[in-house]
């Protein structure tokens, strides 16, 4: 099994900055694939950020700009540094973390969420 867990969350104004840390176990970090998530009350969860094992990125085009995802793998991490926030980016932001085959227990595991608010 792969543990994940976020943090880094809070409550910021408009166009202030926050960056989440999300670690994941296990000794092959760096072959997973990680991803930071986020659902918005009364919505569906959403890709927000994605960077594979190679270090490619993927951002929603919403966050395109303003939002950095990267990855640690000597501290098994992955953060998403986002600034100039808006409202529109409160929610609760989730990290997954993909563990390929054929390695043991291979899936793909989420962490608990960390709530990010942004309101003046």
């Known amino acids: 099994q792969v543990q994940v867990v976020e943090s880094g969350g809070g409550l910021v104004q408009p166009g202030e900055s926050l960056r989440l840390s999300c670690t994941a176990s296990?000794?092959?970090?760096?072959?997973?694939?990680l991803g930071w998530y986020r659902q918005a009350p009364g919505k569906q969860r959403e890709l927000v950020a994605s960077?594979?094992?190679?270090?490619?990125?993927n951002y929603a085009d919403s966050v395109k700009g303003r939002f950095t995802i990267s990855r640690e793998n000597a501290k098994n991490t992955v953060y998403l540094q986002m600034n100039s926030l808006k409202p529109g980016d409160t929610g609760v932001y989730y990290c997954?973390?993909?563990?390929?085959?054929?390695?043991?227990?291979?899936?793909?595991?989420w962490g608990q969420g960390t709530q990010v608010t942004v309101s003046s």
């Open positions: 960077i594979n094992n190679y270090g490619d990125t």
């Open positions: 296990g000794s092959v970090f760096n072959l997973y694939a």
């Open positions: 997954n973390a993909d563990r390929p085959p054929p390695l043991l227990n291979a899936g793909t595991y």
